[in-house]
């Protein structure tokens, strides 16, 4: 069992930074592949991006590639969430899962634990 806490949502104005957080509790954290997706309202959920179990693979959707950075310290069981260059069309309820695989695909259904999600609005 994995629980997942995300933090360091806000409102910032286009153009500005966040960093998300997502700490996990276990001691299995570095067997899991986590991912970020995110929920816009009266949208459905898409996939941001995702980091291998050691953190040397990343790859991310094209609408944030060049913005978004992934990282991870398994040390800490925490993944971070690195937005610069944010634009209006960020606004989203950002949420981290984890998925039993050395990195998780851009499909929920491959990730089996998912955080309550922690919501970010970027103001024009």
């Known amino acids: 069992q994995v629980q997942l806490v995300e933090s360091g949502g806000g409102l910032v104005q286009a153009g500005g930074s966040l960093r998300l957080s997502c700490a996990a509790s276990?001691?299995?954290?570095?067997?899991?592949?986590m991912g970020w997706f995110r929920q816009a309202p009266g949208k459905e959920r898409e996939f941001v991006g995702a980091?291998?179990?050691?953190?040397?693979?990343?790859y991310y959707a094209d609408s944030v590639k060049g913005r978004f950075t992934i990282s991870r310290d398994n040390a800490k069981n925490t993944v971070y969430l690195q937005m610069n260059s944010l634009k209006p069309e960020d606004t989203a309820a950002y949420s981290c899962?984890?998925?039993?695989?050395?990195?998780?695909?851009?499909?929920?259904?491959?990730?089996?634990?998912w955080g309550q999600g922690t919501q970010v609005t970027v103001s024009s």
């Open positions: 276990g001691r299995t954290f570095s067997s899991y592949g």
């Open positions: 899962a984890a998925a039993p695989k050395n990195i998780g695909g851009s499909s929920e259904v491959e990730y089996t634990y």
């Open positions: 980091i291998s179990r050691s953190g040397g693979s990343t």
